[in-house]
C-alpha cells in the first residue's frame, strides 16, 4: 500500500529519521523490516510510522521533506487530526521517492 513519511533530509542528501534512531541512513529503493528503538521521551510504537496523506501540522518542515513509501504488514493508529489523523505503523516499508508538487496532494504544514 502507498503511505507518506516525512524524513530529515541531511546537508548530503541521505535521508534520516526525525527522532528514533537519528544516525541510520534511509535508502531509496530498498524493503526495510522495522526494528523497535526504545527513545527517553518517546512512547514505543513499534514500526515504520507513515502517514495517510503527507500532513503533520505539529511538524516543522525544516530540513525535511515527504516521501511516498510502499508499506506492508501494517495496522493502523488514530492520531489526532493535529498530527496528521490517520498513521500506519508498518512493518516493511520502501521509500519510493519523493513526493513532488504535481501528486497534487498537501505536503506542507502548518509551522
Not at 50 to 74: D, E
Not at 87 to 108: K, T
Amino acid at each position: 500500500m502507498i503511505a507518506y513519511k516525512l524524513f530529515r533530509v541531511r546537508k548530503d542528501g541521505t535521508l534520516g529519521s526525525l527522532f528514533i534512531n537519528r544516525k541510520a541512513r534511509i535508502p531509496i529503493g530498498v524493503c526495510l523490516h522495522a526494528k523497535t528503538y526504545v527513545t527517553k521521551g518517546f512512547k514505543v510504537r513499534m514500526g515504520w510510522h507513515c502517514t495517510a496523506k503527507p500532513v503533520a501540522p505539529h511538524l516543522s518542515m525544516k530540513g525535511r521533506r515527504w516521501y511516498k513509501v510502499f508499506i506492508n504488514s501494517y495496522s493502523e493508529d488514530q492520531r489526532p487530526k493535529r498530527q496528521g489523523g490517520l498513521w500506519y505503523l508498518a512493518d516493511y516499508m520502501e521509500v519510493l521517492g519523493p513526493v513532488w508538487p504535481s501528486d497534487n496532494v498537501n505536503q506542507s504544514s502548518q509551522k
